[in-house]
Structures are given as C-alpha cells and as structure tokens.
C-alpha cells in the first residue's frame, strides 16, 4: 500500500517500523517564523509602469541589461537589503528588471552581462550543496541563466537550467516576438539556484504589443479606445518575502531534514515568507483615479499560490479577466476572486469608477500553505498572507471606455477540435523518507539528470495527461510553447501508484528511478470537468490540482494546427525542460528534457 503524506501524519507513525511521526512533522519544515519586526502596511507607494523603468524595444535593435549586486529598499522601517537585479546602462534599478516592452514580429537580441560577484549572494546561507553541480561557487561567483518564460524562441536562446554563464560572462539572447500580445516576463533558472537567484531578484516583466486588426479594433496597443493604457497599465508582480531585523533577507533551513554532518539542510520543501512585496515594495498603496485600471498581474513567488481579491467596505468587487499567460482571452471572463500558481501570470481589468474619493480597496488573498489543503492560520503552521497592498481611490475622473465584449479580431483556434499524434501520461510524484518528510519532487518517478529525454515530433499536435499523485498542488510549466487546458478529472492516486510499481513495497513508499508511468484511464473517477472560463486562453503554465488528472494539448510548434493560428508563430528543434513552476521542486528535482525533433 502506498502511503501518503496526509496519511503518514494522520496515522502518526509507520505501522511496523516503530517510527513515530510527530503530526506537525512535515509541517514544521514549511513553518517560517517572523524574523523581523512588524511592518507597517500601506505606507510604501507601488513603483508604477515608469517607475520600474522600461526597456522599449519595439523598434527591434540590440540591447544590454548587467545582472549586477545592489541594495534595496523593501519598506522605510527596514535597513536596505543586499540584493540582485537586472539593470540597463544609465538605469538605477535595485531590485527586479525592467519592463521589456515589444513589438509583435519585430525581433531584438538582448546581451546580458553577469557582473554579479561584488558581494557574496544575499542568500549564500541557504545554497544546498546537494543540488548544484560539483565545483560551483555560487556564494561568490553565481551561476546565472536568464529564460524568457512564455517565449517561442530557439533551444539557444531559452535560457533554460544548463545554458548558465558566470560572472565576467555575457549571454545574447534572440528574440523573434513572433507570438500573440502577451504578459510575458524574464527570470532565471540556474540549475539547483533557481529559487535564490530570483528570490534575491533576477526576475522583470516582459510586454509583446500588438498592432491594430483588420476592424481598426486597436486591441492590446493601448490607444485609448479599448483598454486602459499606461499610466493605468499596472504591472504587478507579487512576491513573498522574509527578513531579518538588520533588513536582510531570511531563508530558514529545513529542521526536519539534515546534511551529513547533522546541521539542518537549506533544502526545505518550499518556501514561504511572511512578507508581502509587490514591485519590490511591503504592502505598497496605489492611489487610483475613478475608473478603469489595466493591472498585469505576475506570481513571482517562490512557492506561495494566491487566492486573490479585491476588497472594499468588507464586499469582494466584481472584476474582469481579459487574458492568460499567452494573450488576450476572446471574451472577458467576470470574476470576484482568482486563483494564481507560481510563475503564472493574469492580465485583469478593475473599475474603481463607482467608489467615492477616499475609499479603501484591499487586494486579499486566503489562499492556504501549502495549496490547497495546508493550514489556514499561524497557529496550524501555516504562514497566511491576508493581505497583499491597497488601492486608494481618488477625486480625479479616470479611464471611463467600456470593456469591448469580443477582444480579439478573430477567436482563437480551439485545439480540442484537432487529431493528436500522441498522447502522454505524465506523473507527478513526491517523494518521502520514512518519516514522512518530503525530500524530493520528481516528474515520471525520475531524476533530472537520469531522466529519459522525451522525444517529440516538431508540427504536431500532442494531448499531456498530468497525473497528479501528490497532496499539493503543482504549477507546471513547459518551455518554448503555449498550450490551451481541455479538462480536469479525479482519480484513485493508491491504486494508479500501486500499478506504476513507483512505491517499494516494503516501505509504502515512493523509490525514485522505478516504475513508470501507466495509463490512468482504469482509475478514473467521475466525470471531467472543463476549464473555467478565465482559464480558456492560452497557457504556458497550469495548475495540476492534487488527485486529478489535467488534461492540456500542446502544439509543438506553429504548423501543429494544420495552418490554423496558434499563440505560437515559430517552429524550431532542439532541447527544451518542462518542470514544475514551485522553485523548491524545480530545484529537486521536478524537471525534465524534452527534444522536438
């Protein structure tokens, strides 16, 4: 029988082993106390648009950004903290990167230095010398490798995990932009330091605009018609955050789990902070006008799912969704709350017209740690967010246009309606020890590096089955394409892992490098059920919720559709990852290659 977390920590010890699990046991790794002094909220101001500063590209060219160490100011009350940051010549940033700002169709190369080295990384303590290759010298010396997450480009600019350089080193990067409009961003992904490279601030937005249609809609060019253009374009990107009282940053070891020498190992499951930063500032305010607001919305965190509402007077307001990860939906999707994995991103339409100057609007979440079924409240060892920045409504009339009802020219292609040239089940699995503490996370029951490459056929249609074995939810992102989620359906985890043969059956529990993943068809339960409206566009990244099966159709590359328009306009070959977007396990070890060939 396999055994689960949630069943090990019910249980209380493992039959016939004699080892006791303490109920708080998994828990406790993923408990974060605060570090630092109570902050005040909504006192810092949100860096706007132009504030962040903008990298305007949409004239195609060449342009640099140095990765370099700087320090930040997150909040008044703390000390500036050691940090990194992408920085263009004549630019100040401290923290993040500038928003790249695109054309559709027009390419530009982007040349990124990695001048990083002046100090010792923000978050040294805590680099697991388990999971970076042999040799590195990521304290001092960072390895870096800067991925366009969304981005149709070619396998030698994807930026993905092995394609690292190091201080004194540049790396060009080609971007085509031949994709639908979208809220794309940059970040990096350094093999097994990915989740401190961005947690210290190697992470920016990335906008690809688009010209008017053939109706003159000007959809997505923010001219002043249709949505609202900057200054009530917003990015937001959200993050959290721990400190310590000298204002650096704080990165707990895991308790529950230690190196050979007995001290703690930095590896915890994932990371959740007890600070909420959005734009590099704790819980900003953002003054509005009466009237519409355009707010690009990132999950830059680490770990942490959001539950996300927007509150006034204790009543939730009615919003809407106007695009996923790849682009504009074709309709507004009305919302009062939205859910947000790791890495996935939503471009969002707020009225605050109806408010009376001097309201109070609150951006709330309730979502649990971990998603979706961890403890709700600090007493239960989970580390809530309840609030995330305000907005303050203003005097000043805004932007009043109405929300177009259609908000592409043409629908976009609808891929459940085409053949797949395959079909493949992909499982996620977690991995304990015989406490019942997670020590790894893994895609297929394999490791990265012993992984099978999967091998797929570049123009072509496939249909991904992820199986979703584990008790957390997964934000699973795949590289180089955008992909449109068909449908999700529950599914009996013991029996499916029992026929995987992933589990040895002495311990109950999961042996990494056996087994392999086996059609779930024989365990399904109930019915599927379809994608909600808001998540009915393009995607590059998707919740897999524990216990269900997600069901995506993924075209590899952009004749996959028989000639009908993808997000995608490019095809390419070559090596690309998939992995899970929760950086703890795309560090260990939940991530694997794929080859188009």
């Known amino acids: 029988m396999y055994l689960t977390r949630r069943q090990l920590l019910q249980a209380g010890a493992v039959a016939g082993t004699g080892i006791l699990v303490h109920p708080d046991a998994a828990l406790a790794a993923r408990t974060l106390a605060r570090q630092a002094g109570p902050l005040t909220k909504f006192s810092e101001q949100l860096p706007t648009l132009a504030e962040l500063g903008v990298l305007d590209m949409r004239a195609g060219g060449q342009a640099e950004l140095s990765m370099l160490n700087a320090k930040h100011n997150f909040h008044s009350q703390l000390d500036p903290t050691d940090t990194f940051t992408y920085r263009a010549d004549g630019a100040s940033q401290t923290y993040l990167g500038p928003v790249i700002v695109t054309q559709r169709g027009t390419p530009f190369a982007l040349t990124v230095h990695n001048q990083l080295g002046e100090r010792k990384h923000p978050l040294a303590f805590a680099i697991d010398n388990e999971l970076v290759p042999p040799g590195s010298d990521d304290a001092n010396a960072p390895r870096t490798s800067t991925h366009l997450h969304g981005g149709n480009t070619r396998p030698g600019s994807d930026g993905g995990p092995e394609q690292v350089f190091s201080p ?16 794309l961003w940059y970040h990096d992904h350094a093999l097994g330091i990915t989740r401190l490279n961005v947690y210290a601030g190697l992470a920016g937005g990335y906008l690809i605009r688009d010209t008017p249609g053939p109706s ?3 959809i997505d060019t923010g001219d002043g018609t249709h949505l609202p253009p900057p200054p009530y374009e917003v990015p937001l990107v959200i993050q959290d955050r721990m400190f310590n009282p000298d204002g650096s940053f704080a990165y707990p070891p895991n308790p529950e789990l230690t190196t050979s020498d007995g001290t703690p190992r930095p590896w915890a499951p994932e990371f959740f902070g007890d600070v909420a930063t959005v734009n590099g500032k704790c819980w900003p305010n953002l003054d509005v006008d009466r009237g519409k607001y355009r707010f690009r919305v990132f999950n830059g965190s680490n770990a942490r799912f959001y539950n996300l509402k927007f509150v006034t007077g204790g009543n939730a307001l009615t919003f809407a969704q106007i695009g996923t990860d790849g682009g504009l939906l074709d309709t507004p999707a009305k919302l009062n709350k939205l859910v947000l994995g790791p890495g996935e991103r939503a471009d969002l339409v707020v009225d605050f017209a109806r408010l009376p ?17 961890g403890p709700v409240s600090a007493k239960q060892g989970g580390v809530p967010l309840r609030e995330i920045m305000q907005f303050t409504v203003q005097s000043r009339a805004g932007y009043t246009a109405p929300l177009p009802a259609q908000l592409r020219d043409e629908p976009m292609t609808r891929l459940a309606g085409f053949s797949t040239a395959a079909s493949r089940q992909m499982a996620l699995v977690e991995v304990l020890n015989t406490a019942g503490i997670p020590i790894m996370a893994l895609l297929n029951n394999r490791p990265f590096h012993t992984a099978d490459i999967t091998e797929v056929e570049g123009d072509t249609l496939e249909e991904w089955e992820l199986i979703n074995t584990t008790v957390d939810a997964h934000p699973i992102h795949l590289h180089f394409t ?13 029996k499916y892992l029992a026929a995987t043969g992933y589990v040895d059956p002495g311990t109950g529990l999961v042996t990494p490098g056996q087994g392999s993943s086996v059609p779930v068809t024989p365990f399904l339960r109930g019915r599927p059920t379809g994608a909600p409206a808001n998540e009915r566009g ?8 524990p216990g269900e099966v997600t069901r995506i159709r993924v075209p590899f590359g952009a004749g996959a559709a028989g000639g009908a328009p993808l997000a995608i306009g490019s095809s390419f070959k070559g090596e690309y990852v998939w992995h899970c977007h929760i950086l703890e396990h795309e560090d260990n070890d939940m991530m694997q290659r794929y080859v188009i060939e």
Request: proline content about 5%.
């Open 168 to 183: 004194g080193s540049s790396y060009t990067y080609h971007y085509d932009n031949n994709q639908d409009a979208a809220g």
């Open 357 to 373: 100057a001097g309201s109070k609007v609150v951006l709330g979440n309730n979502a649990p740690t971990p998603y979706p079924d």
């Open 216 to 218: 003159g809609t000007g």
């Open 482 to 494: 955008q992909f449109q989620v068909l449908n999700r359906q529950r599914f009996d985890v013991g």
């Open 538 to 545: 393009w995607k590059d990244t998707v919740v897999s919720m």
